[in-house]
């Protein structure tokens, strides 16, 4: 109304005290229209102290007041509502830092799965308190890519099984690295050992298992590294469950050597080589000399010894000796006659408990130990070939009277290192499987076999079955020998003294080439020569 009438009035032109009234009052629509403004900018009542004070400093300096936020907001209250957002955000920074990271580092560690890929164990102590060295490769895995670096200072592992303490094992200092869900690293360390007993249930199952597990416990310090930054983070609790994969009782063993020799004392000396093929993760290195009892047939053979055993993650050869001292000689003939057959023989080395490792810390778990592995037979037939020497005239008279020996020579090979006798001989000559003659006598002196060499024998007398099976003798001696060789069997057996060891093994071979003397060379070749 007031500009309604301001403006009606100078329009009009009406008196000059009208007209004075007039400017008056236009004065006053303007005191109006600053005030409107001011309120309309400011989108609030001026009835706050701080208004009327900016009000009257536009009205005494004759300007307008600068505004923020697009003219929303003073200057002042927009100190004040950035203080507040700093305020805020300062908040903010401290609970990430001091909560939200922590508890995202504490779930990353928890979730961590940590497994060896490979442990070995080494330089174990001979005294109490016991510790063993581990040298291993662990791998760090579901770690759900880390967007930054992390180190772990070294701490104390403590490590368990169902429960009970088996010991501790000291950490190193563990990098790494930013943006790998999975890191692989060495650790060599030490095993103090808490509880023997413990120690050697785990070792045991290990062994005879396919596989067995610890616990592992620790609380770590941790350090995150992001660009320029880093925080450290201390009592990260650390809980694993870690499986190992088993012996499985050492099943896959081959028997690759077995010899017998002699000592200075003329005693016989099984030589044993067997490899070892361990698929678990875990080694022995090294196990101490550690001692068998050698068993076949669930007798045993004698004791054997290995000075320098270690069992590899993988391929590893161990080679015993020791003294043949069978305990059933029924038992040691049938292994003899297996072995010189051809024929294969399950042979089982069983720790000896209290000598099962010169390492005390290993002698208790290590006496479960059972080393079984097939001795393959000889390859080769012992008696390659035979050289008879027969005389038409001696054959006829042989014939005339009804007894016919043959002086035979036999090459034989002694496929052992010992020097070998034959003290008596059972053995039976076959034709087309028909027994045609017989070596059955003592032998005064004994055949003189040498170790690992071939040995063509004195003449032996063969008695010829011409009273019974006259028909293959005539084939087999004279249609046969005459006109160059013959093919004839063994079978039976025969007594071998070897050192201290007296054997009586029984003896079959598939038929051999037999010549006469005079074609001998077909048979033995042209460097043998005869007696």
């Not at 360390?189 to 597990?213: P, Y």
């Not at 030589?271 to 669930?298: H, Q, W």
């Not at 008696?383 to 034989?412: C, N, R, W």
């Not at 099976?469 to 063994?490: C, T």
């Amino acid at each position: 109304c007031l500009v309604f009438s301001a403006s009606t009035i100078a329009a009009s032109g009406g008196s000059v005290h009208e007209r004075k009234h007039g400017r008056t009052a236009a004065m006053a629509v303007d005191r109006v229209r600053l005030l409107s403004n001011a309120d309309d900018d400011d989108n609030a009542n001026i009835n706050d102290a701080s208004d009327h004070d900016d009000f009257d400093k536009v009205h005494k300096e004759g300007r307008h007041l600068k505004r923020c936020c697009c003219g929303k907001l003073s200057r002042r209250q927009c100190a004040w509502l950035l203080a507040g957002l700093g305020l805020f955000g300062a908040v903010l920074l401290i609970i990430g830092y001091f909560v939200i990271i922590p508890a995202m580092v504490r779930k990353i560690v928890a979730n961590s799965k940590l497994s060896f890929e490979k442990l070995i164990l080494v330089d174990p102590d001979s005294t109490k308190p016991y510790s063993v060295g581990m040298n291993s490769t662990i791998a760090l895995g579901n770690l759900h890519t880390l967007g930054f670096g992390a180190t772990l200072y070294p701490s104390v592992m403590f490590v368990s099984m169902g429960g009970r303490p088996i010991g501790s094992l000291p950490s190193q200092l563990i990098e790494v690295p930013a943006g790998v869900t999975r890191h692989v690293f060495d650790l060599n360390s030490r095993l103090t050992i808490a509880d023997d007993a413990v120690f050697d249930e785990f070792a045991m199952t290990l062994i005879n298992s396919a596989g067995v597990s610890w616990d592992l416990a620790a609380d770590v310090t941790v350090k995150i590294s992001w660009k320029s930054l880093s925080m450290t983070m201390s009592k990260i609790p650390l809980k694993q469950h870690i499986f190992f994969r088993g012996f499985e009782g050492v099943k896959n063993i081959t028997l690759e050597v077995f010899g017998v020799s002699l000592n200075a004392q003329n005693e016989a000396i099984a030589d044993v080589t067997v490899k070892v093929l361990n698929e678990a993760i875990v080694g022995i290195d090294p196990m101490g000399a550690m001692e068998f009892d050698m068993l076949y047939e669930g007798s045993s053979m004698g004791t054997i010894r290995c000075e320098h055993a270690k069992m590899n993650v993988g391929v590893s050869e161990l080679h015993m000796s020791g003294k043949l001292q069978p305990a059933d000689q029924a038992a040691s003939d049938r292994l003899f006659s297996a072995y010189l057959t051809g024929q294969p023989s399950r042979l089982q080395s069983k720790a000896v408990n209290g000598h099962a490792s010169s390492i005390p810390l290993y002698d208790r778990f290590l006496s479960v130990l059972n080393l079984n592995a097939t001795l393959q037979g000889y390859p080769r037939p012992v008696i390659e070939t035979a050289v008879m020497v027969v005389d038409a005239k001696v054959f006829f008279e042989g014939l005339a009277s009804g007894h016919l020996g043959v002086p035979t020579q036999l090459y034989m090979e002694n496929p052992f290192a010992a020097d070998g006798f034959i003290t008596s001989s059972h053995l039976n000559v076959t034709y087309e499987g028909i027994t045609v003659g017989y070596v059955r006598h003592a032998l005064d002196p004994p055949v003189h076999l040498a170790g690992n060499a071939h040995t063509l024998t004195r003449p032996l007398l063969v008695d010829m079955a011409v009273t019974t099976e006259l028909k293959p003798v005539l084939r087999a001696m004279g249609k046969e020998i005459f006109k160059g060789s013959v093919m004839l069997g063994i079978e039976g057996y025969f007594d071998i003294q070897v050192g201290n060891i007296r054997a009586t093994p029984t003896y079959s071979q598939a038929p051999v080439r037999v010549c006469n003397s005079l074609t001998k060379s077909q048979c033995l070749g042209k460097n043998v020569t005869l007696h």
